[in-house]
């Protein structure tokens, strides 16, 4: 398959996404705070040297 038809294919097919943006924005945002959350247990609340 080129890369024209894919692209033609691509812009031609219409319906909704696979996985709901929200689901993905979601995800993202549990995995920075979880992030955040273990950063500031690793941390501690030390002050700087």
């Given at each position: 398959m080129s890369l024209t038809s894919f692209v033609i294919t691509a812009s031609e097919s219409t319906g909704d996404p696979?996985?709901?943006?929200?689901?993905?924005?979601?995800?993202?945002?549990?995995?920075?705070?979880?992030?955040?959350?273990?950063?500031?247990?690793?941390?501690g609340g030390r002050e700087h040297s």
């Open positions: 696979a996985v709901n943006p929200f689901v993905i924005g979601g995800i993202a945002l549990g995995t920075l705070l979880f992030s955040l959350f273990v950063l500031l247990m690793i941390a």
